[in-house]
């Protein structure tokens, strides 16, 4: 990624390409890789491991491009964030309808809507923009509190906070994942079927109703709001 990042920023750092761009074109490259993915055509999802193999090197390159340019900005820095969470959507919904059309078994359906319902409404992440909208409407600022530990500022045990790392960075979206999965997308459709991957799947599910469950709980129980506060 950093070479061929690194061959798209030379190309693009003489012409009115912006960094922004580049993240959005990461972004839309995100959610065709998961239309391709989802669409039972072979040609297709080759074409969309293709994208999930190398659309990484966009986006890093859009940031290189941002500091040659002199274009950093606060929006460039959250269109980043917001591309890749686009992208991680489109992901799991095309796998999931891959499996779907594999298998022939409406579960996987189930499955993607539960985890997309999941991500969606983690009361953790809602506690962010809540309290950021209460922030900014009220004008009010709120200074670090020293009451609170910086490595275990939840009020939880250390072994919870080890098991959110854990599940954190269990199958994620990046490309240590994501390249294994498409290796073995690429195997079972072309050549033999691989049946791991419905595992992978109900690992997936897992992984993200364990983060709900832990946000919920410090959220709900640990008065995470008016920590982060």
Not at 57 to 69: H, Q, T
């Amino acid at each position: 990624y950093i070479e061929t990042s690194a061959i798209i920023v030379f190309l693009a750092q003489y012409t009115k390409i912006t960094p922004n761009l580049l993240t959005l074109t990461c972004a839309f490259l995100g959610i065709l890789s998961g239309i391709f993915l989802a669409s039972n055509n072979q040609n297709l999802i080759f074409i969309s491991l293709l994208i999930l193999f190398s659309k990484n090197s966009i986006d890093w390159a859009d940031g290189l491009l941002a500091r040659v340019k002199k274009q950093t900005s606060t929006l460039g820095a959250m269109l980043d964030d917001w591309a890749a969470l686009v992208s991680s959507y489109s992901y799991l919904v095309g796998l999931g309808i891959y499996l779907y059309h594999k298998n022939g078994d409406e579960f996987f359906i189930i499955l993607t809507f539960f985890i997309i319902t999941i991500k969606a409404i983690d009361i953790k992440d809602f506690a962010y923009h809540y309290s950021m909208y209460e922030i900014v409407n009220s004008k009010k600022k709120f200074s670090k509190s020293n009451n609170v530990k910086k490595n275990n500022k939840y009020g939880v045990s250390n072994n919870l906070i080890l098991l959110k790392n854990f599940f954190q960075n269990f199958l994620d979206e990046r490309s240590r994942t994501v390249d294994l999965i498409c290796l073995l997308i690429f195997i079972d459709t072309f050549y033999i079927r691989i049946e791991i991957i419905e595992y992978i799947y109900y690992l997936i599910f897992l992984k993200y109703f364990v983060i709900f469950s832990g946000g919920f709980y410090i959220t709900y129980f640990k008065n995470f709001l008016l920590k982060l506060k």
